[in-house]
């Protein structure tokens, strides 16, 4: 996948960068054999997306290809998308052609971090294996924030689970686990984030959000990539029992992934956009709850594009997803 970000500590300021992995990378491709992981993550989000009640409008930030697609169809009348991979979207736009056509499901392309949603344009959302691209998570997370009116779901990617505390005390480094500042890891081109939990909590609730930690989650990760295949099918019933048993009691600490459930404080209601008359009504739900993405204006919709009314940029529609990065200023 493929996300805005805002510079690092190492770039220049005003410079935006990009976590690109449309460059020779297949997502899809990527999952092929992580049953173990394709596993865990949908007993996850069975048990807990119902916990965020059900959703007129539903938000899936940095979903991709629409992978869990299948989790929140039961839980969200209406779904938004958004990602900032173009080769993601397509597929998307293939694998929900249905949803899409029925106008059930609307694809964006943006920078998470600037994103042409309205305040609280969604009931609920998740966001999901993204925070690890992000190389300012917190202008990610307010901005994410800011558009959901109730409760959302989020993975947060720890650099302080128990693997890696004892990997830290072997290596003599276990200072980086202290301390608010995420530690970088993989390559220059594609780096990967991990966070103190309580940091993303605090970021969080600077939003207005009251978090509650609700899983640990690949508790076991990559167990059955290291072990010879003949060892992994007799061992599959006792390391799954021990993933759900650890999912509750590792909390906080243990997984290197942790979901947090956040539920703001003071519920907010959306101020929905007033529409043109000639918006197409199949894309009147999803006008009255966007905007410009650089000067946050109103748009106008047709079924090729939506112009903003206030600084003239226009953003088209093309291979099923709305591109709202076309024409943007840089940071």
């Known amino acids: 996948m493929k996300f805005m970000t805002s510079p690092s500590p190492a770039e220049s300021p005003g410079n ?12 899809c491709a990527f999952w092929g054999n992580r049953d173990y992981e394709q596993w865990v993550e949908a007993r996850i989000l069975r048990r807990l997306l119902p916990r965020l009640g059900h959703a007129d409008w539903f938000a899936d930030f940095g979903g991709g290809y629409g992978r869990n697609a299948i989790h929140y169809r039961s839980v969200a009348k209406n779904v938004v998308l958004v990602d900032y991979s173009v080769t993601q979207l397509t597929r998307a736009a293939q694998r929900l052609g249905t949803e ?17 949603l309205i305040d609280s344009a969604v009931d609920s959302a998740m966001v999901i294996r993204v925070l690890h691209h992000m190389t300012d998570v917190d202008r990610c997370l307010t901005e994410m924030s800011r558009t959901v009116a109730r409760r959302w779901l989020v993975d947060v990617p720890i650099k302080h689970h128990v ?13 980086q686990l202290r301390g608010p500042t995420p530690i970088i890891t993989g390559s220059t081109e594609y780096p990967f984030y991990t966070f103190q939990l ?13 978090t509650h930690t609700a899983a640990s989650v690949n508790n076991f990760r990559r167990w059955d990539q290291v072990l010879p295949a003949s060892l992994v099918s007799g061992l599959r019933p006792a390391v799954y029992s021990m993933e759900l048993a650890t999912q509750r009691l590792g909390r906080g600490w243990w997984g290197p992934s942790q979901f947090l459930l956040a539920t703001r404080s003071r519920p907010r209601e959306v101020s929905l956009r007033s529409l043109a008359a000639e918006t197409p009504a199949h894309l ?27 600084c003239g940029r226009s953003y088209p529609r093309r291979a099923g997803f709305w591109d709202f990065t076309m024409g943007l200023p840089e940071r």
């Open 16 to 27: 935006s960068r990009i976590v690109d992995y449309d460059s020779g990378f297949d997502y």
């Open 100 to 116: 899409i056509a029925a106008g059930r499901v609307h694809l964006i392309r943006a920078d998470l971090g600037r994103m042409p």
């Open 163 to 175: 693997l890696a505390r004892l990997r830290s005390l072997r290596s003599g480094q276990s200072g």
């Open 198 to 210: 309580g940091a993303v909590r605090q970021s969080l609730r600077r939003s207005g959000f009251r």
């Open 284 to 310: 009147s739900g999803l006008a009255e709850r966007t905007c410009c993405p650089s000067c946050h204006g109103n748009l106008s919709w047709s079924d090729a594009a939506a112009h903003c009314t206030k």
